[in-house]
């Protein structure tokens, strides 16, 4: 039987901002775009949650529900140094480790470098070492036999928590939880599915897999299987990327288009300055969106001049996007990636560079 730990970090980015200035602590402090303007929320502290904030809102939105909160503009740099730390003890335990984004990992511990005999005990150690070796920052985990029951887990005890779903145990939690708490269910769908009578597991139990098919098409096939506690994916390791971009994942699913068009701008700027802060200019422009059911897509396009440069990013992730089923579909996660890097000193490597980067994918 295998043993998966999810990791997911609590508030990751505002944590980090509190753990650089204390003052901000018991504060509503929310990281993301300009409340005046048409950005939008990064993530927020657990007290602006508590005003219905949540990531992907619109920033104006927010300020609305929360005018005392503390808007901060993101500081990119700071958070993937805390996340390569991070990442970095996930790597003292087992090389399987899936990241979703720079605060979210997947851990395959069925047999570790450490020789931990129960994966309880390994998320324990993890989050200790987290908490002492990040300055006090604190993650969720949770604790299963796939990685569908893992994610559950890790989010049925936030902040700071441990959760467990033995085999035994699994068939009564999923029968109880709520419909909307279904990883891959989001708000259009949970709506839709409570309209007509699915309200939690057990009444998604009572259909059959073809009704199901038959009312949301292949991922019927998805919510079949998971409320029945199956999940056969495999933890990929991703390889060290050979590009520098970001991707972010909402803590709600969004399918409307000019919240992502706002998120994809607000990318574009931070992939723009990694890339300047590096003497960078690439062709090639990549989009990445992850849907509700897991499934992810990638939209590429090269253009005919390198660029570093905000604008031209965002004009060709913006236009990629818009040919996506986004709009149709709840979108878990986003990215933007910039690739096929022009070397200013072609004497050295024939013009040419694929450098490799820690942050061309975020954990």
């Given amino acids: 039987m295998k043993k998966i730990i999810h990791i997911d970090m609590d508030a990751f980015y ?16 929310i990281v993301g775009g300009d409340p005046h303007s048409r950005g939008v929320v990064s993530t927020c502290s657990y007290e602006a949650r508590k005003f219905g904030i949540h990531s992907g809102m619109a920033a104006s939105i927010a300020f609305r529900r929360c005018p005392d909160a503390i808007f901060l503009r993101p500081n990119f740099a700071l958070y993937k140094e805390a996340s390569r730390k991070i990442r970095s003890i996930f790597l003292d335990y087992t090389d399987l480790v899936e990241p979703l984004s720079l605060d979210e990992a997947y851990l395959d511990v069925t047999i570790n470098k450490r020789g931990i005999p129960y994966a309880t005990r390994t998320a324990r150690e993890i989050k200790k070492r987290i908490f002492q070796e990040t300055g006090g920052l604190t993650a969720s985990a949770g604790v299963s036999y796939n990685m ?13 928590g441990l959760t467990v779903i033995t085999p035994e145990d699994a068939p009564g939690i999923l029968r109880k939880l709520p419909i909307g708490k279904f990883y891959g269910v989001g708000k259009v769908t ?20 073809e009704e ?19 999940d056969d994916r495999e933890i990929t390791p991703e390889r060290e990327a050979k590009s520098l971009g970001t ?37 090639t422009i990549t989009l990445k969106v992850k849907f509700f059911d897991f499934r992810t897509i990638t939209r590429s396009r090269t253009i005919a001049e390198y660029t570093n440069d905000p604008e031209q990013i965002n004009l060709v992730a913006r236009e990629l996007l818009l040919k996506t089923e986004a709009e149709k579909i709840p979108v878990r996660l986003i990215g933007v990636t910039v690739s096929n890097f022009y ?17 061309g994918e975020e954990l």
């Avoid at 944590?15 to 509503?28: D, H, Q």
């Avoid at 569908?148 to 700071?160: G, H, N, R, T, V």
């Avoid at 909402?250 to 998120?263: G, K």
């Fill in 343 to 359: 070397d200013p000193e072609p004497g050295e490597s024939g013009g040419m560079i694929q450098p490799e980067f820690d942050f």
């Fill in 190 to 209: 949970e709506k839709f599915m409570i309209e007509h009578g699915i309200r939690n597991g057990a009444d998604l139990l009572r259909l059959s897999k």
């Fill in 14 to 29: 505002a944590s980090v901002e509190i753990r650089e200035n204390p003052a901000l602590r018991g504060k509503p402090v």
């Fill in 247 to 283: 991707e972010s994942t909402f803590q709600q699913d969004i399918t409307d288009m000019p919240e992502l068009v706002s998120f994809l701008r607000q990318q574009a700027v931070e992939v723009a300055a990694d890339l300047q802060k590096h003497s960078l200019k690439g062709k």
């Fill in 212 to 230: 199901l098919i038959c009312t949301f098409g292949k991922t019927g096939e998805y919510y079949y299987n998971v409320v029945r506690g199956m």
């Fill in 148 to 160: 569908f029951l893992a994610k559950i887990a890790s989010d049925m005890q936030k902040p700071d």
